[in-house]
DNA sequence: CGCAGCTTTGATCTGGCTCAAGAGTTGTGG
DNA sequence: CCACAACTCTTGAGCCAGATCAAAGCTGCG
């Protein structure tokens, strides 16, 4: 699963629990481990299960910002203003260890191992993701796709499960939200990459097939239309997200 | 001009200025502040001139990140790893103060309010930029232009310039670079406003005749075909740019 | 003055959005 | 356990914003 502002990775985790006082949260699919506007307390380390995060446009529709595993740490986009400017959902039955954010800060103040950690929840989550999404800008529909199966299956690896065969818990909209495309193209370019025999899909259950054929086409274009393979693009102009 | 991965306001800069020690460096157009790959050692902040950061693709191209200008602090994308991430160039005559990092940090230990303010360079230009990029993959292109001169006015007025009179440094294959779009595109979109008499352009001189306007355009359609007057979007599934 | 690099403008092409219609899938109540 | 409703996913047809290709105007520096 992708990672969401927040993220880290485990040993990071270690670390932090041993310092500071935290309780764990178990919740069921559906159920909410933070809204937008909620006080900004605690921090969450997810143990289990996959979440969802997501920030809401200015005119109340969703926008999901990433999916987040075991590993990652949600709720540190609250620490600006004390509030969180997202939420986090839970797509399965999952377990979190909640920390008090305050603590953590305190802590750091006095212990320059644990400052180095939570300076480092900035600056490997958020300026990582910063320096993805400016990059994602400038792929297409088709990259960005298999960008995200890729690091799925990485991340999967990373913390002890399948790299090849997914139970993706998320719908085509949150994908195609993350992603910034219509359900229409998820599913469109899912099937692409099934007829070419590179993953077999069959609705939310996903497996790659040919790992290294996805890596490949990183730098390939769509491949949706009725050409036989993809085409190489040339090196040109980029596309961006920007900052402003 | 829009702020960059590492931004924050002036009042920020006076306190971290009074606890550390530092320097003033002056550059000229083209000469570069650091370069991807560089040991990171400094931050600056910028007092006078404006600033393109960019990244490099794995490809080796160019993208721009954000233009920084007075009170912008510039090069905090090494915390993580130790080294720059992306460059910073000069796009005219300018003046910057260069803070030691490792000074500032270790004053932080001892000064619960220094804490707060590094905390905060990250949280507020970081995580806010972070919400920025996500949204902006759901606006058009003309959206994103019109984005980005609002902002560029707002900043110039924060530091005391003129917020309707600009002398852009940089080129139009920077803007195009930073708001994901082509030259061609980013010429039109000028082109097409300077029609309907919202701004003035020639060439790098651009004056804004109807702020107004412009705010109000915020959520529309580009404009850019024989319509007389824009057709507003309906509320409908959004496009982003993605973490993952 | 002349070349080299910007910028503008026109013509055309196309990736991905929209609209529309089915085919699974899941949950609920009888 | 089945039937019906409510989702979710897939697939097709057509369209459009913005990319691509092409060709002039500007600007400014040596």
Redo the contacts between chains.
């Keep these: 699963m992708?990672?969401?502002?927040p993220a880290q990775t485990e040993r990071d985790d270690a670390i932090l629990l041993e310092q500071v006082a935290c309780f764990p949260l178990y919740l069921q699919r559906g159920q909410t481990l933070f809204s937008p506007g909620d006080k900004f307390t605690y921090v969450y380390a997810v143990q289990s299960g996959v979440f969802k995060s997501f920030?809401l446009?200015?005119?109340g529709?969703e926008?999901?910002?990433?999916f987040s595993m075991k590993g990652d740490v949600l709720g540190?986009?609250g620490?600006?203003t004390g509030r969180h400017?997202g939420g986090a959902i839970a797509l399965g039955t999952s377990k979190v260890l909640a920390m008090p954010f305050a603590e953590l800060?305190s802590k750091?103040?006095s212990n320059?191992l644990l400052?180095r950690h939570v300076?480092?929840l900035?600056?490997?989550g958020?300026?990582?993701?910063?320096?993805?999404?400016?990059?994602?800008?400038?792929m297409s529909s088709m990259e960005?796709l298999v960008?995200?199966l890729i690091?799925a299956s990485e991340r999967c690896a990373e913390v002890g499960y399948s790299d090849s065969d997914f139970n993706f818990p998320m719908t085509r909209q949150d994908i195609?939200?993350?992603?910034?495309?219509?359900i229409e193209t998820v599913s469109r370019l899912f099937s692409a990459l099934a007829r070419e025999g590179v993953i077999e899909v069959n609705q939310k259950h996903i497996r790659i097939v040919d790992i290294e054929a996805l890596r490949a086409m990183h730098?390939m274009r769509s491949g949706l239309s009725e050409s036989p393979g993809p085409v190489m693009r040339p090196?040109e102009?980029?596309?961006?997200?920007?900052?402003?």
Excluded: N
């Design positions: 992708a990672s969401s502002p920030l446009q200015h005119d529709r926008q999901v910002s990433g540190l986009d620490l600006g400017d800060e750091a103040r320059a400052q300076c480092g900035f600056a490997r958020i300026v990582r993701s910063y320096y993805l999404m400016l990059t994602l800008g400038s960005r960008r995200f690091r195609a939200s993350l992603l910034g495309m219509t730098r090196p102009a980029p596309r961006a997200a920007a900052v402003l």
